[in-house]
């Protein structure tokens, strides 16, 4: 009995350990790497309407934060900013997949690197280029620089009840990820975090040993300044 229960705890922290570290992929590769047509639908996310993705973005953000941080919303040809900031934050639904959905909030740091990918590839997937395409050019911008990994500590606020992240990035497939933190941490190992990697410890990294490892750090439960309102969402 006991090897019986067990067997379901060790697939849900496996498909945690897969979905995160698909995560980072598609973080350092703007979300391009591998979208499926066939397994994810439409190449393009579904718009939602324009107050639900405002308090969805914002429900990422510590309560301290999200008054003054600027915030994106998407449209059919990109992301467009609906309000600017007063603090270096910068709030955004990114969708590492077209049905995946990432409300985030970051810092001075990851809006500087971060925000200009997730922009392009919103904007490249408008245009109806492939995933392939964008992948390429991902490539190149990050080749020429035009593109850069963060390049000191920082943080990236993922709060929100309703992070739905990649689980096989390959296969277009989803899953419901608890509120968590992320820290840039590049070139980072679990080992000087001194972690064994497991999800569902305190804190581990995610990506470890590339310019775009990143500390997660699990909140559980988090009880959002914002209510987001359910119509709409994906």
Sequence with gaps: MAQKMAEPHRNRIANVRIGLLGLTILIASAGAAAQSTAAAGSQTPRL???????ALALSACPASVADKTAVYVLEKSGYVKVRDGQNGFTAIV????????????MDAE?????????????EL???????????????????????????????????????IVPVDPD????????????????????????????PGGP???????????????????????ISTDKSGSE
């Design 203 to 225: 804190a581990f990294v995610a990506g470890e040993g590339t310019p775009h490892a990143l500390i997660i750090v699990p909140l559980g439960t988090h009880a959002s300044h």
């Design 94 to 105: 990114q969708h590492a997949l077209p049905n995946s959905q990432e409300p985030q909030c």
């Design 125 to 163: 997937r408008a245009q109806g280029k492939s995933a392939e395409e964008i992948k390429r050019f991902v490539a190149d911008a990050f080749a020429k620089g035009i593109f850069q990994p963060p390049s000191r500590p920082g943080v990236d606020y993922m709060l929100s009840s309703e992070n």
């Design 48 to 54: 939602m309407e324009r107050p639900r993705e405002i």
């Design 171 to 198: 296969k277009g497939s989803v899953a419901h990820f608890p509120p968590h933190v992320m820290f840039y941490g590049p070139y980072m190992t679990n080992a000087e975090l001194g972690s064994d990697g497991n």
């Design 110 to 122: 990851g809006t500087r690197t971060f925000l200009p990918r997730y922009l392009k590839v919103a």
